[in-house]
């Protein structure tokens, strides 16, 4: 037979040393100060319904003594909880709740009567239920909690009540998600980037606006004009209004965000997505007439801010050769006056190009290219093993990637094929080439490669060409 312990076990010792403190208060009259503390919370109920959505409840009990006031704060607590939806066809939850009183006398007589859910009543978390075939409707007490408040609302009922769930999931908490996308935060964690991109551009066609950089959250873009707003994705594809082509205006999925794009009459194009973005988006604007400014904004995490400022002051973006100043090019000095003498020719060392001409070479090219754009040759300079044509770019019809309004192109060979003559506009396709180690980033035409002098003839055929690719 065990033995009782000589000294009271510490939880019985704590109880008395706590019943002899209240008995002493009591009889000195004392009365006790503040409120009673809460038990921990018990945990969460079962959803209380078997599909689509419901609440499950906890509660806790105050412990006071005599003279405390009550625990601050409530004894239960409500959540959302989520389940998969219900079957198609399966009833809903207020109608199996008023088809529990079919057949069954209500009102003081013996009549009986089919209910159905009335939702016209005051008191949306009442059971108010339609006698079918009849003009009357009749209040049967509070909806079960989990009740839905109306068709397709997002409230649920719960002790009478109709409520909304917060961010962090509880009925009627209230709490909210701020910019930064923290339940309960107050914009402290993220930065607000608004800035107005008003570049004129010197030539029609695709040019950079911002860089949406991944985590962005609340983004809009907005501008009114007949230029087209345009959003490139991180794999270089377009999502909107790309390859000179208008989108219609809709929801697009794009890096992890829904974008909703619109465009009225006024002219006026937005872009708005709740983000946050998943990777990052590259916007542009494509341009038909001048720029008269194009409005943007979105919420930036802060660890995320300095990175995007440092890519944002490229805004070239792909790393390539050394890029030409911005700056028109020069006449030439006129040349000194000298003694006429007679001309001596030197033969070119160059041997004729193979002809290029026809449609098949233009599709080959056009498909199989990264880059087709209209250019004015600046200037030309041959080396050894390559020519480096200096370019200002006119009007794009294709790009992977951005474009500077200003580019090194780069031939093959002291003779490429074609050769391009300064101070002449040519339409061209070229490819961009990255040296394995990453270090040189060049727009190459190919030898035979397709470059011929723009003309409108050619500028409509290459368009027609842009068709017939394969998709």
């Not at 089919?114 to 016209?120: A, C, E, I, L, R």
Request: charge should be positive; aromatic fraction near 8%; proline fraction near 10%.
């Amino acid at each position: 037979m065990d033995s009782a312990p000589l000294f009271p076990r510490p939880r019985l010792f704590q109880n008395l040393l706590l019943f002899l403190w209240a008995l002493l208060n009591c009889g000195l009259g004392v009365s006790a100060q503040g409120p009673g503390e809460w038990t921990p919370w018990v945990s969460w109920t079962r959803c209380s319904s078997s599909c689509g959505r419901g609440v499950s409840v906890r509660s806790r009990r105050c412990l006071r003594l005599p003279g405390e006031e009550p625990c601050w704060g409530d004894s239960h607590e409500y959540r959302l909880c989520q389940l998969p939806d219900c079957p198609p066809g399966a009833v809903p939850f207020r109608d199996l709740q008023c088809a529990l009183y079919n057949g069954r006398p209500v009102l003081g007589t013996q009549k009986t009567y089919q209910w159905v859910p009335f939702h016209g009543a005051p008191n949306q978390c009442d059971l108010n239920c339609l006698a079918e075939g009849h003009a009357f409707y009749h209040s049967f007490g509070r909806v079960l909690d989990g009740t839905a408040c109306s068709p397709g609302a997002q409230g649920v009922c719960v002790a009478g009540r109709c409520l909304s769930a917060g961010c962090d999931g509880l009925l009627g908490s209230g709490a909210l998600e701020d910019r930064c996308g923290r339940c309960g935060g107050a914009n402290d964690s993220c930065l607000f980037v608004q800035r107005v991109f008003r570049d004129a551009g010197a030539f029609a066609g695709y040019w950079n606006v911002t860089l949406i950089p991944e985590g962005a959250r609340h983004i809009r873009v907005e501008h009114r004009s007949r230029n087209h707003l345009a959003l490139m994705g991180g794999d270089g594809r377009y999502v909107l209004n790309g390859d000179w082509a208008v989108s219609p205006p809709g929801t697009y999925e794009v890096a992890g965000t829904h974008v909703v794009y619109t465009r009225d009459t006024g002219p006026q194009e937005t872009l708005q997505a709740a983000g946050p973005t998943s990777h990052d988006l590259l916007l542009q604007v494509l341009l038909q007439e001048p720029n008269p400014g194009i409005e943007f904004e979105f919420w930036l995490p802060r660890e995320r801010y300095s990175p995007f400022q440092a890519r944002v002051q490229a805004l070239g973006w792909p790393l390539r050769q050394p890029q030409p100043r911005g700056v028109e090019p020069q006449p030439p000095a006129a040349p000194a006056v000298t003694p006429a003498r007679t001309p001596t020719l030197a033969p070119d060392p160059c041997p004729p190009c193979p002809d290029t001409r026809g449609r098949a070479h233009r599709l080959l090219h056009y498909c199989g290219s990264d880059f087709v754009f209209q250019a004015r040759v600046l200037s030309r300079h041959r080396q050894a093993r390559e020519t480096r044509y200096e370019v200002r770019i006119q009007l794009v019809y294709k790009n992977r990637s951005p474009l500077r309004a200003r580019e090194y192109v780069w031939a093959p060979g002291h003779c490429p094929c074609p050769m391009l003559a300064p101070h002449r506009d040519y339409l061209m396709a070229v490819q961009r080439l990255v040296s394995p180690d990453g270090t040189q980033d060049q727009l190459l035409l190919p030898h035979a490669g397709y470059a011929r002098p723009w003309s409108p003839a050619e500028d409509s055929r290459i368009r027609l060409t842009a068709r017939r690719c394969p998709g």
